[in-house]
C-alpha cells in the first residue's frame, strides 16, 4: 500500500520510528493529486507550494525529539466552507469566488495549533447544498471507484479526495448527511457529531440549527484523532457545548475487543420494507447485522414512526435557514457584484440572479415562501411541532438501545447527471441520514460493503447526544472484523 493510501496514524507511528519522513509522506500525497486530480475533481483551491515545507519543519521537530501531533505535517484537507486566513474560501458558489477570509474558523485554528498543513480546499455543493457534488460552481466531482457515479454530497470533494488518497483525512460539514453520505459513496469513514460538539464559528452558514463540523478519514481511529482536536467549546459559537472532550483516541488504544458484547443495537422498524431501499443495500445491510450480532450486539427491534415525516419536516426547516442565512451575499459587503449601477434593489437582484445556482435559488424561495405571512404556522411551525416528536422518539428509542444501526443511503451511488432534472428523487437519498441532524444527535458511516458492481456501501451507527465514545468503539469493533476499509479505489 503506497503512502498516501495508509491511514494517517499508521503513518505517524512509522515517522516517529524513522522508518519513513513526512517529507515522503506529503510527495506521496502530492503526486496522488497529481497522477488523479484531473479525473476526480476534488480540489477547488489546492497549494502544494508550502506542503514540502511544511512537512520537512515537521521532520525537524522529529529530529529534535519533540513530541508531535499525529497531524503534524501531515497533508489534510478542508472542505471549502471553513474560512481560511488569507486562502479563497468559495463555499462552492460563485458569489464567493474571490472572497479571501481575514480570519480562520474555530476547526481550523485547532488543526492548526497541532501542525496543519494544509494541502488545499475541496469540491462541495454550492451552500453544502445537495447530495452528490453536482451543484459546485466549479464543476462535479466524481466518484474514485467509478468516475462515471457521483461521490454523494455535499462534502463529496471531500470524502474523494480521502479515498483517492489525495488527502491523508479531512474536515467536511454535515446539515442532512453531507459528512456520512458521501462517506458511504466513497468507503471511507464520517462523522457527525453531536450538535455543538464542534464550533461553528468561521464555518459559513447553511442551517444554523442543523449544521456540524466533522472528520472523513481513512479508518475510525483517524476519525477519532480529528474529532478531538477540533471539539470544544468556542465562546464565539453560543450553540457550542462546554461539556469536556473525551480522550477519544486513547480510548481506542484499550482496544474495542468487546465494545459490542451485551450492547443492544436498534433496528429501525420503519426501515423494512421502504419502496426507496435497493436491494442490494438492504441485502448488505442484513449481512452487516449479522457480523454486529457475531460480535456480540443484541439485535432489537425499535420504532419511530416521525421518521416518515423527516424529509418532509427538513425540507421546510433546512431553506427556511438558509433563506435567512443567504441574505447577506448582497454584492455590498464581500464576494461578488456583477452591477455596479446606482439603483440598490437592481443591484441585490442582478448579483444573486448571477452568483446563485440553481438548486441555491431554489432552496430560497422555498425558505422564503415557508416564512412568509399566513404560511408560517402551516409550514414552519408545523415542522418544528414534528422535529420535536422526532427528538422525543429517538430518545425513548436510546431508552431501549444503546446504539440505532441503519445503511447510510438507501441507494449506492447513482450515476452523474441520473438525479439533478429531478430535486425530488435527490433530497430522497439523504432519508437515512437527516433524522440525526433533526434530532441533534452523532452518527457515524463506516465502510460497509459493496454492491457486485463493486460501488461501496456504508453502514451507519446513531448514538444518544455526546456519546461519540459510544460510536467510536463499535464502529472500530466493526472495523476490526470486516475488510472493506483495507480496499481502495484503482485510479489511472
Known amino acids: 500500500m503506497e503512502l498516501c493510501d495508509t491511514p494517517l496514524h499508521l503513518l505517524h507511528e512509522r515517522r516517529v520510528k524513522r522508518e519513513i519522513s513526512t517529507e515522503e509522506i506529503a510527495r506521496s500525497v502530492l503526486e496522488r493529486i497529481e497522477s488523479v486530480e484531473a479525473t476526480v475533481n476534488a480540489f477547488i483551491t489546492y497549494d502544494p507550494g508550502p506542503v514540502l515545507d511544511r ?292 443591484m441585490y437582484k442582478n448579483t444573486r440572479q448571477e452568483g446563485f445556482g440553481a438548486e441555491v435559488k431554489r432552496r430560497i424561495m422555498l425558505g422564503t415562501f415557508a416564512l412568509s405571512a399566513g404560511y408560517y404556522d402551516a409550514y414552519y411551525n408545523k415542522a418544528m411541532k414534528i422535529r420535536e416528536l422526532l427528538r422525543r422518539e429517538f430518545a425513548a428509542a436510546f431508552d431501549q438501545v444503546h446504539l440505532i444501526a441503519l445503511p447510510t443511503s438507501p441507494i449506492p451511488a447513482f450515476r452523474l447527471g441520473e438525479k439533478l432534472d429531478n430535486p425530488l428523487q435527490m433530497y430522497l437519498v439523504d432519508a437515512f441520514t437527516l433524522p440525526a441532524n433533526l434530532a441533534g444527535i452523532p452518527g457515524i458511516s463506516i465502510p460497509g460493503g459493496f454492491t457486485p458492481g463493486g460501488l461501496p456501501l456504508g453502514l451507519q451507527l446513531l448514538a444518544p447526544h455526546f456519546e461519540e465514545q459510544r460510536l467510536i468503539l463499535a464502529a472500530k469493533a466493526f472495523e476490526d472484523a470486516t475488510p472493506y476499509h483495507l480496499e481502495r479505489p484503482q485510479l489511472g
Not at 483517492?164 to 462523522?191: C, K, N, Y
Not at 464565539?236 to 461539556?243: K, Y
Open 55 to 346: 512537512a520537512r519543519q515537521a521532520d525537524g521537530q522529529l529530529a529534535k525529539g519533540e513530541n508531535l501531533s499525529p497531524i503534524a505535517g501531515m497533508p489534510i484537507a478542508l472542505k471549502d466552507i471553513f474560512c481560511t486566513k488569507g486562502v479563497e474560501t468559495t463555499c462552492g458558489s460563485r458569489i464567493l469566488k474571490g472572497f479571501v477570509p481575514p480570519y480562520d474558523a474555530a476547526v481550523v485554528e485547532k488543526l492548526a495549533a497541532q501542525g496543519l498543513n494544509l494541502v488545499g480546499k475541496t469540491n462541495m455543493d454550492e451552500f453544502a447544498m445537495g447530495s452528490s457534488t453536482e451543484n459546485s460552481a466549479f464543476g462535479p466531482t466524481r466518484n474514485p471507484w467509478n468516475p462515471q457515479c457521483v461521490p454523494g454530497g455535499s462534502s463529496g470533494g471531500m470524502a474523494a479526495a480521502v479515498a483517492a488518497g489525495e488527502a491523508l483525512a479531512g474536515i467536511g460539514s454535515d446539515t442532512g448527511g453531507s459528512i456520512r453520505q458521501p462517506a458511504a459513496f466513497t468507503s471511507v469513514v464520517g462523522l457527525k457529531p453531536t450538535y455543538g460538539r464542534v464550533s461553528r464559528y468561521g464555518m459559513i452558514a447553511f442551517a444554523s440549527s442543523l449544521d456540524q463540523g466533522g472528520p472523513l478519514a481513512r479508518d475510525v481511529t483517524d476519525a477519532a484523532i480529528l474529532l478531538e482536536i477540533i471539539s470544544g467549546a468556542d465562546a464565539r459559537d453560543a450553540t457550542s457545548s462546554s461539556r469536556p472532550v473525551p480522550e477519544y483516541a486513547r480510548l481506542l488504544k484499550t482496544g474495542a475487543e468487546g465494545a459490542l458484547k451485551q450492547r443492544k443495537v436498534g433496528l429501525i422498524r420503519e426501515i423494512a420494507g421502504r419502496s426507496d431501499l435497493h436491494p442490494e443495500v438492504a441485502a448488505q445491510f442484513a449481512e452487516n447485522l449479522q457480523t454486529l450480532a457475531s460480535l456480540g450486539a443484541e439485535i432489537v427491534e425499535v420504532s419511530l414512526p416521525g421518521l416518515e415525516h423527516a424529509i418532509a419536516v427538513y425540507y421546510i426547516l433546512a431553506p427556511c435557514e438558509a433563506s435567512s442565512n443567504l441574505g447577506r451575499y448582497d454584492g455590498v459587503r464581500y464576494g461578488l457584484r456583477t452591477d455596479h449601477s446606482e439603483n440598490l434593489e437592481r
